[in-house]
């Protein structure tokens, strides 16, 4: 039997994971299961399956029914049986790599990880949309989170990771994509990266993501779903809502000063870019240079 592999997508909310996920799930031995934490226990109904477009339930959804919770995902693997690769979106590791109360042999997969993120001037306000983080608490939130990663990764899981920037998924999707079925040692198949919006794939999600990929895409053409989501040729673009507020960027550009080495330290570890990016002029009037690692 071919090695089967859970990859694990972990980093900071809201920085890309529900699109990488459909991204992935374009290749034919991948199967991108979403937030997969909502099938282990899925009778809650909090989230809604693309492929059968309701509450994910083992009443609702054909992939949670067929679940087993003490094996979950070699139960999965059993329902794909020609998947080798399961991508588990829940972005908290210890949901997919240890779970106290369930039995599953993890010696019968290999667990790899990517590293998902935003740079921080992009995803303090994108944090800041669904949460009430101010400035100082949301970028404390970002070093928290990629530093906690990291640890776990490196120290607690010692598991292969790639790390990945949102900037960098969007201006080349098939070429990350690419990269990663290498990673993983899978075949990749360029010409499926376009249908990336198209699944066959039960993907379980707890916002607006799954809906606006798969499931709704006919109020998403008329536009029902407000301008930002009405893509009438369906192409990947990079999120630049954080651009509009000149006074929210002056706040973070004052708080990424403030926080300056700690932040290029973790982006260095991450292996992106560093320094407020290039193309953003200084809200203050004066331009930032970038810095490039």
Same mark, same amino acid.
């Given at each position: 039997?071919?090695?089967?592999?859970?990859?694990?997508?972990?980093?900071?909310?809201?920085?890309?994971?529900?699109?990488?996920?459909?991204?992935?799930?374009?290749?034919?031995?991948?199967?991108?299961?979403?937030?997969?934490?909502?099938?282990?226990?899925?009778?809650?109904?909090? /989230?809604?399956?693309?492929?059968?477009?309701?509450?994910?339930?083992?009443?609702?959804?054909?992939?949670?029914?067929?679940?087993?919770?003490?094996?979950?995902?070699?139960?999965?693997?059993?329902?794909?049986?020609?998947?080798?690769?399961?991508?588990?979106?829940?972005?908290?590791?210890?949901?997919?790599?240890?779970?106290?109360?369930?039995?599953?042999?993890?010696?019968?997969?290999?667990?790899?990880?990517? #590293?998902?993120?935003?740079?921080?001037?992009?995803?303090?306000?994108?944090?800041?949309?669904?949460?009430?983080?101010?400035?100082?608490? /949301?970028?404390?939130?970002?070093?928290?989170?990629?530093?906690?990663? !990291?640890?776990?990764?490196?120290?607690? &899981?010692?598991?292969?990771?790639?790390?990945?920037?949102?900037?960098? #998924?969007?201006?080349?999707?098939?070429?990350?994509?690419?990269?990663?079925?290498? &990673?993983?040692?899978?075949?990749?198949?360029?010409?499926?990266?376009?249908?990336?919006?198209?699944?066959?794939?039960?993907?379980?999600?707890?916002?607006?993501?799954?809906?606006?990929?798969?499931?709704?895409?006919?109020?998403?053409? /008329?536009?029902?779903?407000?301008?930002?989501?009405?893509?009438?040729?369906?192409?990947?673009?990079?999120?630049?809502?954080? !651009? /509009?507020? %000149?006074?929210?960027?002056?706040?973070?550009?004052?708080?990424?000063?403030?926080?300056?080495?700690?932040?290029?330290?973790?982006?260095?570890?991450?292996?992106?870019?560093?320094?407020?990016?290039?193309?953003?002029?200084? %809200?203050?009037?004066?331009?930032?240079?970038?810095?490039?690692?």
């Amino acid at each position: 039997m071919a090695q089967r592999t859970v990859l694990h997508v972990v980093g900071p909310a809201w920085s890309g994971s529900s699109l990488l996920n459909a991204l992935l799930n374009t290749q034919p031995e991948i199967a991108g299961l979403g937030e997969a934490h909502h099938f282990r226990d899925p009778d809650h109904g909090v /989230a809604s399956c693309s492929n059968c477009r309701q509450p994910v339930t083992r009443a609702t959804c054909r992939l949670a029914a067929r679940i087993d919770p003490d094996r979950f995902y070699g139960s999965i693997f059993d329902a794909l049986p020609e998947k080798r690769v399961l991508v588990d979106a829940s972005k908290a590791l210890h949901l997919g790599v240890q779970v106290a109360d369930d039995s599953e042999d993890r010696t019968l997969f290999q667990q790899k990880a990517i #590293l998902l993120t935003k740079h921080p001037s992009q995803w303090v306000p994108s944090a800041m949309r669904h949460e009430n983080y101010s400035v100082e608490s /949301a970028f404390k939130m970002w070093m928290y989170v990629v530093s906690d990663s !990291l640890s776990q990764l490196v120290e607690s &899981f010692r598991l292969p990771f790639l790390s990945l920037c949102y900037d960098d #998924l969007v201006a080349d999707p098939a070429g990350a994509v690419s990269r990663i079925c290498q &990673f993983l040692n899978v075949g990749y198949d360029p010409q499926r990266v376009p249908r990336w919006y198209q699944t066959e794939t039960c993907i379980a999600g707890g916002n607006m993501a799954v809906y606006l990929q798969f499931a709704d895409q006919a109020r998403l053409q /008329a536009g029902e779903l407000g301008d930002w989501y009405r893509d009438l040729d369906r192409m990947i673009r990079r999120d630049d809502r954080w !651009l /509009a507020d %000149p006074a929210l960027r002056l706040q973070c550009l004052a708080m990424w000063q403030r926080h300056e080495p700690r932040l290029t330290e973790l982006m260095r570890r991450l292996g992106h870019r560093t320094g407020w990016p290039a193309e953003t002029p200084d %809200p203050a009037g004066s331009p930032v240079p970038e810095e490039t690692s």
